[in-house]
Nanobody
Framework: QVQLVESGGGLVQAGGSLRLSCAASGRTFSTYAMGWFRQAPGKEREFVATVWSGGSTYYADSVKGRFTISRDNAKNTVYLQLNSLKPEDTAVYYC?????????????????WGQGTQVTVSS
């Protein structure tokens, strides 16, 4: 069982930055693909970014060039750096873990989820 705890959300003005963190329990963190998803009110949960166990990263087109996902296996932590934030980035951001080395942008590929952290971008 893997437990995920997100932190770092908050209220920021458009154009600003935030750094989200996701701390994972368990000794097999390095073998998991880790992802970030987000869900805005009234919308479905959508893929944001993923980092594979080997370090490969993939992003949704809507965040490419603005967000950066990274992982620190020594700290069992995955990060999401959010730059040039826009009001449409407002959502609850969820960390997810897939018990496989690589995963894409499908919710069904991820086995464990955090509780989410709110990001609000004001215009």
């Amino acid at each position: 069982q893997v437990q995920l705890v997100e932190s770092g959300g908050g209220l920021v003005q458009a154009g600003g930055s935030l750094r989200l963190s996701c701390a994972a329990s368990g000794r097999t963190f390095s073998t998991y693909a880790m992802g970030w998803f987000r869900q805005a009110p009234g919308k479905e949960r959508e893929f944001v970014a993923t980092v594979w166990s080997g370090g490969s990263t993939y992003y949704a087109d809507s965040v490419k060039g603005r967000f950066t996902i990274s992982r620190d296996n020594a700290k069992n932590t995955v990060y999401l750096q959010l730059n040039s934030l826009k009001p449409e980035d407002t959502a609850v951001y969820y960390c997810a873990a897939a018990n496989r080395p690589g995963a894409l942008g499908y919710v069904s590929q991820y086995n464990y989820w955090g509780q989410g952290t709110q990001v609000t971008v004001s215009s």
